[in-house]
């Protein structure tokens, strides 16, 4: 899978997909710090790419529809320190094997995935 890394993420939610097998960039990486949330939406449309983000604007199904964006994984966790994120991701990406991220949000927390769309 092909995923973009919100700037609000460490380094290490890249390198920690890139270990999984999978297609990783950061917003930081193409130089794309600083850009408003609907950008960064556009260039995940068109890349293909599903975004990994801190920021809950884009859990709001409203704006960011599910079915418009390669998917859209949302981490809701009420400590934000790097060990927390990188545990609730590393349990995310073990869901990837069961579950399609394509057309679907999933809000992460610490204890569970929420996942919505997809029919």
């Keep these: ?36 949330d609907p950008g960064v939406a556009l260039v995940c449309q068109s890349e293909k790419r599903a975004l990994v983000t801190l920021d809950f604007d884009f859990a709001d199904i409203r704006t960011y529809l599910p079915q418009d964006y390669p998917g859209i994984l949302v981490l809701s966790l009420k400590r934000q320190d790097k060990p927390t994120i990188l545990k609730a991701l590393s349990r995310a990406v073990r869901i990837l094997t069961l579950e399609p991220l394509a057309g679907r949000l999933w809000i992460v927390e ?3 995935v929420r996942i ?4």
Excluded: C, Y
């Design 1 to 36: 899978m092909q995923f973009k890394i919100d700037e609000n993420l460490p380094v290490e939610v890249a390198e920690m997909l890139q270990s999984a097998g999978h297609d990783a960039l950061t917003v930081l990486d193409q130089e794309m710090k600083g850009w408003q």
């Design 116 to 119: 919505r769309g997809g029919g």
């Design 110 to 112: 610490e204890e569970r």
